[in-house]
Nanobody
Framework: QVQLVESGGGLVQAGGSLRLSCAAS????????MGWYRQAPGKERELVAA???????NYADSVKGRFTISRDDARNTVYLQMNDLKPEDTAVYYC??????????????WGSGTLVTVSS
């Protein structure tokens, strides 16, 4: 079994910064894609950013230039640096990891979410 534990959410004023972390633990052969999603009240969950094991990144248009995703493979950890936060960034942020528990056995895992609230 694999667990994802997120940290770093909280309340911040508009224009401020937060850094989210998500550590994967358990029976892990290798972690492929790691990413962050978010879900605002009354809205569907959306991709914020993702990073492959090769370091390629993908961002939602709404966060490009403000958010940076990175990973530490030695720690099976993914980070999301969020700068210039806006009230519309308010949401529960979920970590996602595509994990191989063996070389052939791959599965998606989700964290329980961390709340980010941006006040105007």
């Amino acid at each position: 079994q694999v667990q994802l534990v997120e940290s770093g959410g909280g309340l911040v004023q508009a224009g401020g910064s937060l850094r989210l972390s998500c550590a994967a633990s358990g029976k892990i052969f290798r972690v492929d894609v790691m990413g962050w999603y978010r879900q605002a009240p009354g809205k569907e969950r959306e991709l914020v950013a993702a990073v492959t094991s090769g370091g390629n990144t993908n961002y939602a248009d709404s966060v490009k230039g403000r958010f940076t995703i990175s990973r530490d493979d030695a720690r099976n950890t993914v980070y999301l640096q969020m700068n210039d936060l806006k009230p519309e960034d308010t949401a529960v942020y979920y970590c996602n990891a595509n994990v191989r528990i063996t070389i052939l056995n791959r599965k998606d895992y989700w964290g329980s979410g961390t709340l980010v609230t941006v006040s105007s």
